[in-house]
């Protein structure tokens, strides 16, 4: 499989959008969409990673698929309000690095 970058993602989901699903929802469905997304990334960690348990079926779902889904909505999102993903990655990566460079290395509850 190619490598994809983040700005291909946006294309790659755009061209989707706009050939199969007609429009993107609006803002706040997709927040609500992400949302759910995010939980059920969340109750399938709690369940493999965490002290609960599986019900029925729930146990052949994916992580990897549950990722791709949040992955999914997050770019609609950004398309939809004009954000490029990889100018913003960039952007925060600086920001994290100026302000958190000695932060976890000094950290002991890290080591």
Same mark, same amino acid.
Do not use: P
């Given at each position: 499989?190619?490598?994809? #970058?983040?700005?291909?993602?946006?294309?790659?989901?755009? @061209?989707?959008?706009? @050939?199969?699903?007609?429009?993107?929802?609006?803002?706040?469905?997709?927040?609500?969409? /992400?949302?759910?997304?995010?939980?059920?990334? #969340?109750? /399938?960690?709690?369940?493999?990673?965490?002290?609960?348990?599986?019900?029925?079926?729930?146990? #052949?779902?994916?992580?990897?698929? =549950?990722?791709?889904?949040?992955?999914?909505? /997050?770019?609609?999102?950004?398309?939809?309000?004009?954000?490029?993903?990889? @100018?913003?990655?960039?952007?925060?990566? =600086?920001? @994290?690095?100026?302000?958190?460079?000695?932060?976890?290395? =000094?950290?002991?509850?890290?080591?």
């Amino acid at each position: 499989m190619d490598e994809l #970058s983040i700005n291909n993602a946006q294309i790659i989901v755009d @061209k989707w959008i706009k @050939k199969y699903g007609v429009r993107y929802f609006s803002e706040l469905t997709n927040l609500a969409v /992400l949302m759910e997304e995010v939980g059920e990334l #969340s109750r /399938l960690i709690a369940r493999k990673y965490g002290d609960q348990s599986f019900k029925n079926k729930e146990s #052949s779902k994916k992580i990897e698929d =549950e990722l791709a889904d949040v992955f999914w909505v /997050l770019i609609c999102i950004a398309n939809q309000t004009g954000v490029d993903l990889t @100018k913003a990655f960039h952007k925060n990566i =600086e920001k @994290k690095t100026k302000r958190d460079s000695t932060r976890h290395i =000094e950290n002991t509850k890290l080591k």
